[in-house]
């Protein structure tokens, strides 16, 4: 609990000071400058490439922008680190909690030597004396959704784990999303992009929406055939 309480107070500390540098406006007009002239600076190709990854990074930052966009995004990216680490630790606590316990051997039917010792330990340390036990841990719910030869179990550890975060409780995390969501919106919008998701694949191989659908509808219907 400490170390979550001490992650909680500096992942937007974190974030506020790679902001600084990242949004620092006379940082990012010399880095502007060397870039527009690199051709006369006689970098090698490593060089180049340093400089115009900084220049991209500080860009997509927002460094370019007028001051007030950039302290609004300044805070957007304080919040947002802030709903990121709730919402792995709201994961986390479900991952923690969650416990199927295999009692009789039926229940462990297809599980190797090593993922029922792993089990047993599990229930052990959970003070499950005689029984085995799967946690969401992906050490243990991973292998015994793999050889489980129990359909019915499987998919019970299955639903809990695609349920992490969604379970209307104190760890539930669609309150988190849906600010997530709408932060990222408005942060895309002032670095000038039509969606946060336009924003994100800028800067990969795929480079727009459009062209990951693409792929993805590609393979899809021979993945479905399969």
Request: overall charge positive; cysteine-free; hydrophobic content about 40%.
């Amino acid at each position: 609990d400490a170390l979550l309480e001490i992650e909680r107070d500096t992942s937007p500390r974190v974030a506020a000071h790679w902001s600084k540098i990242r949004l620092n406006a006379a940082l990012f007009a010399r880095i502007d400058q060397l870039q527009h002239k690199r051709d006369a600076l006689k970098l090698t190709p490593e060089q180049a490439r340093v400089l115009e990854r900084y220049h991209t990074t500080h860009r997509r930052n927002g460094a370019a922008l007028d001051e007030k966009s950039r302290a609004r995004l300044a805070e957007i990216t304080e919040r947002l680190a802030t709903l990121g680490t709730t919402f792995s630790q709201n994961v986390l606590a479900d991952e923690q909690s969650y416990v199927l316990t295999l009692k009789t051997e039926d229940e462990l039917a297809g599980l190797p030597d090593f993922v029922r010792e792993a089990a047993r330990a599990a229930a052990e340390e959970r003070g499950i004396k005689g029984k085995h036990a799967i946690t969401l841990q992906r050490s243990s719910v991973e292998p015994f959704l793999q050889f489980s030869s129990r359909r019915d179990l499987r998919e019970k550890a299955f639903r809990a784990w695609q349920s992490r975060g969604d379970n209307n409780d104190k760890s539930d995390n669609k309150a988190a999303i849906a600010e997530t969501v709408r932060l990222r919106a408005e942060r895309a919008k002032l670095l000038g992009y039509k969606t946060f998701a336009h924003y994100r694949l800028d800067d990969a191989m795929a480079k727009t929406p459009e062209n990951v659908r693409g792929l993805l509808e590609k393979v899809w219907a021979p993945a479905r055939k399969r």
